[in-house]
Protein backbone atom coordinates (compact mmCIF):
# COMPACT_ATOMS: atom_id res chain seq x y z
CA UNK A 1 0.00 0.00 0.00
CA UNK A 2 1.44 3.54 -0.99
CA UNK A 3 1.50 6.05 1.70
CA UNK A 4 0.96 9.57 0.56
CA UNK A 5 2.28 12.76 2.82
CA UNK A 6 0.12 15.48 2.53
CA UNK A 7 1.60 18.62 1.72
CA UNK A 8 0.66 21.74 3.84
CA UNK A 9 0.38 24.50 0.96
CA UNK A 10 1.45 27.67 2.32
CA UNK A 11 -0.37 30.85 1.30
CA UNK A 12 1.91 33.74 -0.36
CA UNK A 13 2.63 36.68 2.14
CA UNK A 14 -0.76 38.62 2.87
CA UNK A 15 -2.08 36.59 0.70
CA UNK A 16 -0.99 38.62 -2.09
CA UNK A 17 -0.43 37.70 -6.27
CA UNK A 18 3.15 35.68 -6.21
CA UNK A 19 3.93 37.62 -8.78
CA UNK A 20 3.00 40.77 -7.30
CA UNK A 21 5.12 40.31 -4.57
CA UNK A 22 8.09 40.00 -6.78
CA UNK A 23 7.36 42.98 -9.11
CA UNK A 24 7.57 44.77 -5.34
CA UNK A 25 10.45 43.40 -4.07
CA UNK A 26 12.09 43.92 -7.73
CA UNK A 27 11.87 47.58 -6.70
CA UNK A 28 13.70 46.85 -3.05
CA UNK A 29 16.30 45.04 -4.78
CA UNK A 30 16.70 47.42 -7.41
CA UNK A 31 17.46 49.99 -4.95
CA UNK A 32 21.08 48.83 -4.24
CA UNK A 33 21.00 49.40 -0.76
CA UNK A 34 20.50 46.68 2.29
CA UNK A 35 17.23 47.52 3.41
CA UNK A 36 15.67 44.30 1.81
CA UNK A 37 18.38 42.28 4.06
CA UNK A 38 17.73 44.11 7.43
CA UNK A 39 14.05 43.54 7.08
CA UNK A 40 14.50 39.77 7.04
CA UNK A 41 14.28 39.61 10.74
CA UNK A 42 10.07 40.31 10.21
CA UNK A 43 7.40 37.65 9.47
CA UNK A 44 6.33 37.09 6.02
CA UNK A 45 3.80 39.01 5.82
CA UNK A 46 5.39 42.13 8.22
CA UNK A 47 8.86 42.13 5.89
CA UNK A 48 6.56 42.00 2.58
CA UNK A 49 4.61 44.92 3.93
CA UNK A 50 7.24 46.47 4.79
CA UNK A 51 8.88 46.69 0.80
CA UNK A 52 5.59 47.90 -0.11
CA UNK A 53 6.52 51.01 2.01
CA UNK A 54 10.07 50.91 1.07
CA UNK A 55 9.12 50.27 -2.73
CA UNK A 56 6.34 53.96 -2.47
CA UNK A 57 9.33 56.02 -0.49
CA UNK A 58 11.74 54.85 -2.93
CA UNK A 59 10.06 55.80 -6.42
CA UNK A 60 8.36 58.97 -5.23
CA UNK A 61 11.90 59.74 -4.09
CA UNK A 62 12.95 59.12 -7.62
CA UNK A 63 10.65 61.60 -9.13
CA UNK A 64 11.68 64.55 -6.62
CA UNK A 65 15.81 64.02 -7.92
CA UNK A 66 14.84 63.70 -11.13
CA UNK A 67 16.54 66.42 -13.77
CA UNK A 68 13.41 67.66 -15.10
CA UNK A 69 11.81 70.55 -14.74
CA UNK A 70 10.77 71.63 -11.32
CA UNK A 71 7.01 71.61 -12.82
CA UNK A 72 7.24 68.01 -14.43
CA UNK A 73 8.34 66.94 -10.48
CA UNK A 74 5.34 68.57 -8.99
CA UNK A 75 2.96 67.10 -10.96
CA UNK A 76 4.54 63.27 -10.76
CA UNK A 77 4.27 63.69 -7.08
CA UNK A 78 0.89 65.39 -7.11
CA UNK A 79 -0.04 62.08 -8.98
CA UNK A 80 1.10 59.73 -6.40
CA UNK A 81 -0.96 61.57 -3.99
CA UNK A 82 -4.25 61.24 -6.09
CA UNK A 83 -2.73 57.53 -6.27
CA UNK A 84 -2.86 56.88 -2.80
CA UNK A 85 -5.69 58.16 -2.36
CA UNK A 86 -7.01 56.10 -4.33
CA UNK A 87 -5.87 53.26 -2.32
CA UNK A 88 -8.11 54.54 0.11
CA UNK A 89 -11.13 54.48 -2.11
CA UNK A 90 -10.31 50.76 -3.31
CA UNK A 91 -8.54 51.68 -6.92
CA UNK A 92 -5.38 50.04 -7.35
CA UNK A 93 -4.03 49.71 -11.06
CA UNK A 94 -0.28 47.98 -10.89
CA UNK A 95 1.33 45.53 -8.57
CA UNK A 96 2.32 48.08 -6.27
CA UNK A 97 -1.20 49.69 -5.83
CA UNK A 98 -2.53 46.15 -5.02
CA UNK A 99 0.30 44.78 -2.20
CA UNK A 100 -0.43 48.67 -1.01
CA UNK A 101 -3.85 48.27 -0.49
CA UNK A 102 -3.41 45.16 0.65
CA UNK A 103 -0.67 46.20 3.40
CA UNK A 104 -2.68 49.73 4.24
CA UNK A 105 -5.82 47.46 5.15
CA UNK A 106 -3.80 44.74 7.37
CA UNK A 107 -2.08 47.46 9.25
CA UNK A 108 -3.84 50.51 9.72
CA UNK A 109 -1.85 52.65 7.75
CA UNK A 110 -3.09 56.16 7.94
CA UNK A 111 -3.10 58.35 4.23
CA UNK A 112 -1.91 61.44 6.33
CA UNK A 113 1.60 59.45 6.43
CA UNK A 114 1.74 58.53 3.17
CA UNK A 115 0.93 62.20 1.96
CA UNK A 116 3.52 63.66 4.48
CA UNK A 117 5.99 61.85 2.65
CA UNK A 118 5.00 63.11 -0.56
CA UNK A 119 5.30 66.70 1.08
CA UNK A 120 8.53 66.03 2.06
CA UNK A 121 9.60 64.81 -1.64
CA UNK A 122 7.92 67.95 -2.86
CA UNK A 123 10.09 70.42 -0.52
CA UNK A 124 13.03 68.67 -2.36
CA UNK A 125 11.29 68.90 -5.97
CA UNK A 126 11.06 72.35 -5.43
CA UNK A 127 14.45 73.05 -4.03
CA UNK A 128 16.89 72.42 -3.43
CA UNK A 129 16.46 72.66 0.21
CA UNK A 130 19.52 75.32 0.96
CA UNK A 131 19.92 76.10 4.76
CA UNK A 132 16.39 76.36 5.76
CA UNK A 133 15.26 77.76 9.03
CA UNK A 134 15.00 75.44 12.06
CA UNK A 135 10.92 75.21 11.80
CA UNK A 136 11.27 74.07 7.84
CA UNK A 137 14.53 71.77 9.36
CA UNK A 138 12.22 70.34 11.86
CA UNK A 139 8.92 69.81 9.49
CA UNK A 140 11.57 68.44 6.76
CA UNK A 141 13.16 65.63 9.09
CA UNK A 142 9.18 64.78 9.89
CA UNK A 143 8.22 64.39 6.63
CA UNK A 144 10.67 62.12 4.85
CA UNK A 145 12.01 60.03 7.92
CA UNK A 146 9.51 60.51 10.98
CA UNK A 147 6.55 59.96 8.44
CA UNK A 148 7.60 57.00 7.03
CA UNK A 149 8.37 55.72 10.71
CA UNK A 150 4.61 56.17 11.84
CA UNK A 151 4.18 53.68 8.63
CA UNK A 152 6.53 51.73 9.61
CA UNK A 153 5.98 50.60 13.32
CA UNK A 154 2.44 49.70 12.19
CA UNK A 155 3.82 47.58 9.67
CA UNK A 156 6.44 46.01 12.66
CA UNK A 157 3.21 45.11 14.87
CA UNK A 158 2.54 48.06 16.89
CA UNK A 159 0.16 51.17 16.26
CA UNK A 160 0.26 52.85 20.28
CA UNK A 161 0.89 56.25 20.78
CA UNK A 162 4.02 54.85 22.02
CA UNK A 163 5.38 53.64 18.67
CA UNK A 164 4.50 56.90 17.44
CA UNK A 165 6.84 58.82 19.41
CA UNK A 166 9.69 55.99 18.58
CA UNK A 167 8.86 57.22 15.00
CA UNK A 168 8.79 60.53 15.87
CA UNK A 169 12.40 60.41 17.27
CA UNK A 170 13.97 58.16 15.74
CA UNK A 171 13.22 59.49 11.82
CA UNK A 172 14.91 62.73 13.18
CA UNK A 173 17.89 61.21 15.05
CA UNK A 174 18.20 58.87 11.28
CA UNK A 175 17.82 61.88 9.18
CA UNK A 176 20.40 64.16 11.05
CA UNK A 177 22.54 61.78 11.05
CA UNK A 178 22.19 61.06 7.27
CA UNK A 179 22.64 64.91 6.80
CA UNK A 180 25.74 65.31 8.72
CA UNK A 181 27.34 61.99 6.78
CA UNK A 182 26.02 63.68 3.26
CA UNK A 183 26.88 67.18 3.85
CA UNK A 184 30.14 67.36 0.92
CA UNK A 185 28.15 65.11 -1.68
CA UNK A 186 24.81 67.54 -0.60
CA UNK A 187 26.85 70.59 -1.54
CA UNK A 188 27.39 69.21 -4.73
CA UNK A 189 23.91 68.68 -5.57
CA UNK A 190 23.39 72.38 -4.62
CA UNK A 191 21.90 71.46 -1.68
CA UNK A 192 22.33 72.41 2.15
CA UNK A 193 20.47 71.19 4.38
CA UNK A 194 22.17 72.27 7.49
CA UNK A 195 19.85 74.85 9.69
CA UNK A 196 20.26 78.50 8.88
CA UNK A 197 20.34 79.79 12.69
CA UNK A 198 22.78 77.43 13.49
CA UNK A 199 25.01 78.25 10.23
CA UNK A 200 24.65 81.93 11.06
CA UNK A 201 25.61 81.46 14.87
CA UNK A 202 28.94 79.90 13.77
CA UNK A 203 29.50 82.14 10.44
CA UNK A 204 29.53 79.45 7.77
CA UNK A 205 28.55 81.01 4.72
CA UNK A 206 24.81 79.97 3.61
CA UNK A 207 25.87 79.14 0.48
CA UNK A 208 26.55 75.09 -0.23
CA UNK A 209 29.55 75.32 -2.30
CA UNK A 210 31.45 77.35 0.36
CA UNK A 211 29.70 76.21 3.60
CA UNK A 212 31.68 72.66 3.84
CA UNK A 213 35.32 74.61 3.38
CA UNK A 214 34.06 76.29 6.92
CA UNK A 215 35.58 76.74 9.68
CA UNK A 216 32.98 76.90 11.67
CA UNK A 217 30.79 73.92 10.21
CA UNK A 218 32.35 71.73 12.86
CA UNK A 219 30.20 73.65 15.44
CA UNK A 220 27.72 73.42 13.72
CA UNK A 221 27.56 69.62 13.07
CA UNK A 222 28.49 68.99 16.90
CA UNK A 223 25.20 70.83 17.90
CA UNK A 224 23.09 69.02 15.50
CA UNK A 225 25.17 65.91 16.63
CA UNK A 226 24.06 66.25 20.10
CA UNK A 227 20.59 67.39 18.77
CA UNK A 228 20.49 63.54 17.38
CA UNK A 229 21.67 61.92 20.39
CA UNK A 230 18.66 63.58 22.39
CA UNK A 231 16.41 62.25 19.33
CA UNK A 232 17.95 58.55 20.02
CA UNK A 233 17.88 58.57 23.51
CA UNK A 234 13.92 59.21 23.33
CA UNK A 235 13.18 57.00 20.82
CA UNK A 236 15.21 53.94 23.31
CA UNK A 237 12.96 54.97 26.19
CA UNK A 238 10.43 55.37 24.29
CA UNK A 239 10.78 51.83 22.96
CA UNK A 240 10.85 50.48 26.49
CA UNK A 241 6.94 51.46 26.33
CA UNK A 242 5.99 49.47 23.40
CA UNK A 243 5.63 45.86 22.21
CA UNK A 244 8.62 44.60 22.21
CA UNK A 245 9.14 42.13 19.15
CA UNK A 246 7.63 44.78 17.60
CA UNK A 247 10.46 46.81 17.74
CA UNK A 248 13.17 44.93 17.11
CA UNK A 249 14.12 46.64 13.67
CA UNK A 250 13.82 49.60 14.99
CA UNK A 251 16.32 48.76 17.65
CA UNK A 252 18.92 47.41 14.79
CA UNK A 253 17.74 51.04 12.98
CA UNK A 254 18.95 53.00 15.88
CA UNK A 255 21.85 50.78 16.86
CA UNK A 256 23.35 51.45 13.26
CA UNK A 257 22.59 54.25 12.93
CA UNK A 258 23.90 55.29 16.16
CA UNK A 259 27.20 53.34 15.78
CA UNK A 260 27.74 55.71 12.31
CA UNK A 261 26.96 59.01 13.91
CA UNK A 262 29.15 57.59 16.93
CA UNK A 263 32.06 56.93 13.86
CA UNK A 264 31.35 60.72 12.89
CA UNK A 265 32.11 62.26 15.51
CA UNK A 266 35.04 60.69 15.75
CA UNK A 267 36.20 61.50 12.86
CA UNK A 268 34.65 65.01 13.10
CA UNK A 269 33.73 67.52 9.80
CA UNK A 270 36.93 69.52 9.08
CA UNK A 271 36.51 66.91 6.03
CA UNK A 272 33.11 66.30 5.42
CA UNK A 273 34.12 64.53 2.27
CA UNK A 274 35.45 61.34 3.55
CA UNK A 275 31.94 59.94 4.40
CA UNK A 276 31.88 57.67 7.23
CA UNK A 277 30.73 54.23 6.74
CA UNK A 278 30.69 50.41 8.78
CA UNK A 279 32.75 47.62 7.94
CA UNK A 280 30.51 44.69 7.53
CA UNK A 281 31.81 42.67 11.13
CA UNK A 282 30.78 45.55 12.59
CA UNK A 283 27.71 45.79 11.54
CA UNK A 284 27.08 42.08 12.26
CA UNK A 285 27.70 42.84 15.60
CA UNK A 286 25.65 45.81 16.24
CA UNK A 287 23.22 43.61 14.99
CA UNK A 288 23.15 40.85 17.03
CA UNK A 289 23.50 43.05 20.16
CA UNK A 290 20.59 44.89 19.11
CA UNK A 291 18.51 41.99 18.58
CA UNK A 292 19.34 40.00 21.78
CA UNK A 293 19.83 42.81 23.93
Given amino acids: MELTRARTVQAPPLGCDPADLAQVEAVVSASGTSFGKGMRILPPDRRYGMYAVYAFCRLVDDVADDEGATEDKEAGLEAWRQRIAGLYEGRTHDALDRVLAVVIARFSLRQADFEAVID ?37 GDASEEADQVAYHLGRALQITNILRDVAEDSRLGRLYLPRELLTRFNVPLDPARAPRAQGLEGVC ?72
Fill in 120 to 156: GMMMDARGPVVAPDEATFDLYCDRVASAVGRLSVRVF
Fill in 222 to 293: RVLAGRARDHFRAAHRAMARCNRQAMRPARLMGATYGAILTAQERQGWRHPERRVSLSRPRKLLIAARALVG
